[in-house]
């Protein structure tokens, strides 16, 4: 019996259901009102490929979609918080005390049995792997080659990582090795989305900088910084750091001349299973990509195939919406950063690629008493759980006139546009404690170009080199609290909060110079808005 969750302080009926607010004055407004064509008309905006996602809910009745649309429609009074903002991950939201282990509570609803496999995820989350052989056994498998020996050492405290400063390694932050097609087939391969990109053919996919025993690493990640100064519009003077990378120390010849480097700091983990249970529709119905309405936004899906499943499905995870669940994302991590093969991975050696003969020759660490992977079935779905059920943190001084105000700034300036305040998640969900919640991420999960400045020039799908998935903002102003420092984007480069909206080009140009143009009581406010979530 899952026990009795009180959503907002307003209803018992939240456990099962986050929108169990049918009886409050909000949802009598528009209760009337004849909402379904309006709905339609807007999850069918975008018609793109594949046929078979969804432009439409299947899950809602009609009395359910108007609920839905009335609940999600943009803020309009700004004298005060909206009802349930307070609670930005429904009804899991952590309301534990703001600490360092604020990313690290489970979600608020789950039965206690539940809350059991979520401490034994956690626990597998936080595990080092070593070398084989060993005597550990169940242990077994690191590497060869491997950027870090357990989760958690890249998702500090289960929040954001760190670019490597001085002789700090990178540890959080790795880099991506890839290259577009070249051949017809390649390309082929590329439309039927049966890859992402193709790998440095030494190196692979991605740079792993540590190894085991009698192996050397594959070289080592170096950040040149040069500052560049921007002038606001009242005076203020600020400084961005722009990075270059490089390979240094390689240890297995040159790198291919058509490979790109990625860096990638490691992202929260917070509210993904809740992100995960978004309707398709409703992320599509954002879309917009030869921006027929004329505002300069053309946000698209990463349309990839789902490893697991075979089909050709929606990204959602990754910097550029690469990955389309969070068991396929964390099957990738175990194989690219700590070299662990899984069952839906089956790779021993990890990114070990046909011209590293010493590091296939290394021992792995598989059991067969306990699977035909270095980690079987039962350990992915602990991992899975664990990180499904990461909590949401509540907001934090919405209701200050500081806030308020920087709230109805986030709108005026355009950030909306992008960063999408409220969904509702599917009723049909696998885990009954994210059924039909109203969340807050902040984010549409699509691609957006943002510019010149911030491209890496490399293809992911059908995310190009200047695109990236816009990142959800819940939790951002706990950064500093749960990870002892504050950096944004995807490779750090941004300092602050401002940094961040300066470095916005592209679809993000109009929105970074509103920015830049207004009082600085009116920067001041968004930031503390933004420092609420």
């Known amino acids: 019996m899952r026990r009795p969750v009180d959503f907002s302080r307003r209803s018992r009926r939240a456990e099962n259901d986050g929108l169990s607010f049918q009886k409050t004055l909000r949802y009598r407004i528009y209760r009337g009102a004849s909402l379904l064509p309006a709905i339609m008309l807007s999850a069918s905006a975008w018609a793109g490929e594949p046929a078979a996602l969804p432009t439409s809910r299947t899950d809602l009745t009609p009395k359910d979609q108007a609920r839905v649309l009335a609940v999600t429609r943009p803020a309009t009074d700004f004298t005060k918080p909206e009802p349930f903002e307070l609670m930005q991950g429904g009804a899991g939201t952590s309301r534990k005390d703001v600490n360092r282990d604020a990313f690290s509570q489970s979600s608020a609803n789950i039965t206690f049995e539940e809350e059991g496999n979520f401490k034994l995820g956690n626990a597998l989350f936080r595990k080092n792997w070593v070398s084989s052989p060993s005597s550990t056994q169940a242990s077994d498998g690191l590497g060869p080659l491997f950027n870090e020996r357990a989760c958690q050492n890249c998702h500090l405290k289960d929040g954001r990582g760190r670019p490597p400063e001085g002789s700090v390694s990178a540890t959080s932050m790795f880099l991506r090795l890839a290259r577009d097609a070249g051949s017809a087939e390649e390309k082929a391969a590329l439309a039927d989305h049966k890859v992402l990109n193709f790998p440095d053919p030494v190196y692979g996919a991605q740079l792993q900088d540590l190894a085991v025993p009698g192996l050397r690493g594959e070289g080592r990640m170096r950040v040149d910084y040069s500052e560049e100064k921007v002038t606001l519009g009242d005076g203020t003077a600020v400084s961005l750091r722009k990075p270059r990378y490089s390979v240094e120390n390689l240890g297995y010849g040159p790198l291919d001349p058509r490979t790109t480097l990625s860096p990638r700091l490691t992202p929260p983990m917070i509210g993904l ?48 919406a690469q990955t389309a669940s969070i068991r396929q994302q964390a099957a990738d991590a175990f194989a690219g950063d700590i070299g662990i093969s899984t069952p839906e991975m089956p790779r021993h050696w990890g990114d070990c690629g046909e011209a590293q003969q010493d590091c296939l020759a290394m021992p792995n660490g ?168």
């Not at 919405?398 to 986030?410: C, E, P, S, Y």
């Not at 355009?414 to 009954?432: A, E, L, N, Y």
């Not at 990142?471 to 480069?493: E, Q, S």
Request: one cysteine or more; charged letters at 25%; a negative charge.
């Open 273 to 320: 299973g809740l992100i995960e249970q978004i309707a398709p529709a409703d992320i599509l119905a954002h879309a917009d990509p030869d921006d027929r309405d004329g505002d300069g936004i053309s946000g698209r899906p990463n349309i990839v195939r789902d490893e697991l499943s075979g089909a050709v499905t929606l990204g959602r995870f990754g910097w550029k």
């Open 366 to 533: 598989v059991q067969q008493r306990l699977g035909t992977a270095e980690a079987p079935p039962p350990v992915m779905e602990l991992v899975t759980f664990y990180s499904q059920n990461l909590a949401v943190p509540a907001r934090r001084d919405l209701d200050t006139l500081q806030v308020l105000a920087g709230k109805k700034q986030f709108y005026d300036m355009g950030c909306i546009s992008c960063h999408t305040q409220k969904f509702v998640t599917m009723r049909g969900t696998p885990d009954k404690s994210q059924a039909f919640q109203l969340i807050w991420p902040y984010s549409d999960v699509l691609l957006h170009d943002m510019g010149e400045g911030l491209a890496d020039g490399q293809r992911v799908g059908e995310a190009s080199g200047s695109e990236w998935r816009t990142p959800p903002l819940w939790g951002i102003g706990l950064t500093a609290i749960v990870n002892g420092n504050a950096f944004y984007l995807h490779d750090g480069r941004a300092r602050t909060l401002a940094e961040a909206i300066l470095w916005h080009g592209g679809e993000g140009q109009k929105a970074r110079d509103r920015f830049a143009g207004a009082p600085a009581a009116d920067r001041d406010a968004l930031i503390k808005f933004l420092e609420s979530l």
